[in-house]
């Protein structure tokens, strides 16, 4: 990538960036520029910038007469032609979680089910198009399978900052907790949550990222421990999972 090659808001300015992907040599950004969706796509030559789904921009007013507006905050590339993204919306008759998803032509939005809620998708993740998982703040998790979508229920209530999915599909999301105190949490029928460790001299740590390593068990999670000093000061950190060979949900 070129020096300077960075996606600018349409003042000019950089926009807020939110999520990152890579496929086929293709790299996609997405984030938001004040009310505006930023949808970049890098070839290896330039950035190309895409409008997006139509109900995000049509003139018309959203619940309490707001103008229409939608969210990006993550994105998963699975080819340069098949790409999901996730966020939220808002316009009349519509208001909650939204993916939206680039078939190489434009970028429609493809509701869950959910819809007159104050929430939205936080991370997204999957092995492929047709298995994918979105969550989001407050027990927000949905499972989309063969193009259909399932809320899935008592997902852990905290802040979820992020999801991955393991080599057999199985979803691993991080949550923090006002308290911050960070959990790993999965699910296999139903949500099992796993205290994240934390070094011995830490009095709070929170996590930020979760991914799994291509064709292996191993996980590895992101984030800062808060250290007793005053002021207080931070710690990076890194977690890795590898998972117990005699436990049969993993």
């Known amino acids: ?35 505006e969706v930023i949808i970049e796509q890098w070839d290896g030559d330039s950035w190309r910038s895409h409008p997006s789904p139509a109900e995000c921009r049509t003139g018309g007013t959203s619940f309490g007469g707001t103008p229409n507006v939608c969210t990006v905050t993550a994105i998963r590339a699975f080819r340069p032609d098949d790409v999901w993204a996730a966020g939220n919306g808002a316009w009349q008759g519509f208001k909650g979680p939204l993916l939206f998803h680039w078939d190489g032509s434009g970028w429609r939005t493809v509701g869950v089910g959910i819809s007159e809620q104050d929430s939205s998708f936080t991370a997204l993740a999957g092995r492929s198009s047709g298995e994918l998982w979105a969550v989001g703040d407050g027990g927000l998790a949905v499972r989309g399978r063969a193009g259909s979508f399932e809320p899935i229920r008592d997902a852990p209530g905290g802040a979820l900052a992020d999801v991955t999915t393991d080599p057999t ?82």
Request: aromatic share 4%; proline share 12%.
């Open 1 to 35: 990538m070129a020096r300077g090659a960075v996606p600018r808001g349409h003042g000019g300015h950089v926009a807020l960036v939110t999520g990152l992907t890579v496929a086929g040599g293709h790299t996609w950004v997405v984030g938001n520029d004040r009310s």
């Open 169 to 250: 599909g199985q979803p691993w999301l991080v949550e923090n907790s006002p308290a911050s105190q960070a959990t790993l949490a999965t699910y296999a029928g139903a949500w099992r949550g796993l205290p994240a460790p934390q070094p011995p001299d830490a009095v709070g740590m929170r996590l930020h990222g979760i991914s799994a390593a291509p064709e292996s068990p191993q996980m590895f999670a992101v984030g800062a421990a808060t250290l007793p000093t005053t002021p207080r000061h931070l710690r990076a950190v890194l977690l890795e999972h590898v998972p117990d060979p005699a436990d049969p949900s993993h």
